[in-house]
């Protein structure tokens, strides 16, 4: 009994100890693991002031923390997304098929489309590799066997991640857009929203189809919101498009803004061919328009605004074909 009341205290003492290391523990890794938090769900939501706020945060306070897979992954994907010059060693050190995938996406971004297909070939017959087979083949303009392979049904598409099948329903929304099938479109651009509503890709192909479908006060609407998005890279596709649009809208200002944009962007020159055939063609100046498309064309015009310029090439043809014909007849006629 009296050995009993003697360790009481003692144990008293180690609990106590105890409490109070637990306690210092608590005040120390608390504020780390709720910073945490906030960045898993800001990146999750595509809150990317958000993500760089408590990465800032973190790299100051969280130590050892930094060195955890979640905070390395979410600014490698910070950097993806934001543009980075020095990425590509970075993910280049990862063999995982997640990290090489997202090398795989930052080639297609840079239109380094050798170097994407060595990437790729590392993936032979996964979900994952069809779904960066269809990108590769969408970024060359082959948009009907993109689509072929993005809607295999043998495929488990299933078994990728949300972002993952998110980019394939948005990959198909871009593909059935150039071929013009509009209910395919915005079916999958639903599909893709319904998986991740915040996606700010989603956003970007629905502006998209605005100016596809020449809705141009909602497509107006929409660059607002994408402009707002002030993190955002300068993209070649979503300059030239807003460009269409500021002509369209008669939009000298906006117009001459995206021009300055493309002029520094790798292949601008393309692209700004493109815009002054769109601008010619407004005008009414056939034969001006066609020898411009045709110089984008030949300087390596891709993806959706290749297919549209191709298409404008034939309607443009079939147009003179129709002028020369009603021009013989209107001589016969005379005669």
Known sequence: MLKRRKRSPRRRRQTTFFLIVMLIIMIIIGPILWHMERLREADSNYNVHEVQAQLQWLDVHGGLFNRLELIKDVKLRLELNVGSKDLEPKLAEYQDKKHR?????????????????????????????????????????????????????????????????????????????????????????????????????????????????????????????????TWRPK????????????????????????????????????YIYYLNAIQALDQGQLQEGKDLLKRALNNGLDGGLKADAQKALEQITLRQKADQVLQVVAGGNID
Request: proline share 2%; net charge negative; charged share 20%.
């Open 101 to 229: 995938f997202w090398l795989l996406l930052l080639y297609l971004q840079e239109g380094k489309l050798t170097a994407a297909q060595n990437v790729l070939v590392q993936f032979v017959n996964t979900p994952l590799g069809q779904l960066g087979q269809g990108l590769m083949l969408l970024s060359k303009g082959d948009v009907d066997e993109s689509r072929r392979l993005l809607v295999e049904k043998e495929i488990d598409w299933n078994s990728l991640t949300l972002k993952e099948q998110s980019l394939r329903h948005l990959t198909l929304a871009q593909a059935a857009m150039m071929l013009g099938d509009d209910q395919s479109t915005l079916a999958d651009l639903k599909a893709a929203q319904e998986l991740e509503p915040n996606n700010p890709a989603c956003l970007s192909v629905e502006f998209d189809v605005a100016i596809r479908q020449g809705q141009w006060a909602k497509a107006l609407e929409l660059s607002r919101l994408i402009d707002a998005q």
């Open 235 to 270: 993209n070649m596709l979503y300059e030239t498009k807003k460009a269409v649009l500021a002509i369209h809208e008669n939009n000298v200002e906006g117009l001459s803004a995206s021009l300055s944009a493309l002029k520094v962007l790798p292949q601008g020159e393309t």
